[in-house]
């Protein structure tokens, strides 16, 4: 079975500042990864997904991802961040026919004025 | 298009009490998950169907957690009786057959006293 780890729970950051927010997958055949936005009282919603081919992902609002599978990782960047982007972000992975996916415990983005 | 829903969006019961919470997917995807987030942590998968078939309930407490998708379209997820620790999140999520992303809905907010 898939593992996530998302190695910062929180990470504050002045608006208009790059992010990085840290995804790390236990090795597998196949994987495909995906980072997901979760706001106050909502479900969450799709950031970006890869699934195959390029290993830079570019996603919804600026947000962009690169696979690397020497290091198992999948981070998730931003150049400059507003402070909308002041969300729970989750990275979760999946493997297999079952397309069932692992999420991880989450990291929270506090976008500074 | 319109996306996942579900209702109630809260519920707050005492322990031992019955609950029940509903989900109907986008139309058309053949896949739907429950999923449980307790504060703080990533949502955790309960249980998959693919139509009107379990695929996987492995982390489903039986003993207490019920759900069906009688004809493979909305679906209801049932805890009888209730435990302080089921308060959580319940998101529902749907998705197209295959690697895809999965849509989530709004969550039920369920507190048990």
């Known amino acids: 079975a898939q593992s996530v780890t998302q190695l910062d729970s929180q990470v504050p950051v002045f608006e208009e500042a790059p992010v990085e927010l840290r995804c790390n997958y236990s090795s597998s055949v196949s994987v495909y990864l995906f980072w997901y936005v979760q706001y106050p009282n909502q479900g969450l919603q799709l950031l970006l997904k890869y699934l195959s081919g390029s290993t830079l992902v570019k996603g919804i609002n600026g947000f962009e991802a690169e696979f690397n599978k020497s290091q198992t990782s999948f981070h998730l960047r931003k150049p400059s961040v507003h402070i909308s982007d002041t969300a729970e972000y989750f990275c979760a992975a999946g493997s297999g026919s079952a397309r069932q996916l692992t999420f991880g415990s989450g990291t929270q983005l506090t976008v500074l004025p | 298009e319109a996306g996942v829903a579900q209702s109630p969006r809260y519920k707050i019961i005492e322990k031992r009490q019955s609950v029940a919470f509903w989900c109907n997917p986008i139309s058309g995807h053949a896949t739907l998950y429950w999923y449980q987030q307790i504060l703080g942590q990533g949502p955790k998968l309960l249980i998959q169907?693919?139509?009107?078939?379990?695929?996987?309930d492995s982390q489903l407490p039986k003993d207490r957690f019920s759900a069906e998708r009688l004809k493979g379209v909305d679906s209801t997820l049932k805890i009888q009786p209730a435990k302080l620790e089921d308060s959580a999140v319940y998101l529902c999520?749907?998705?197209?057959?295959?690697?895809?992303?999965?849509?989530f809905g709004p969550g039920t907010r369920l507190t048990v006293l």
């Open positions: 169907f693919q139509n009107n078939g379990v695929v996987d």
């Open positions: 999520a749907s998705s197209l057959v295959g690697p895809n992303e999965q849509f």
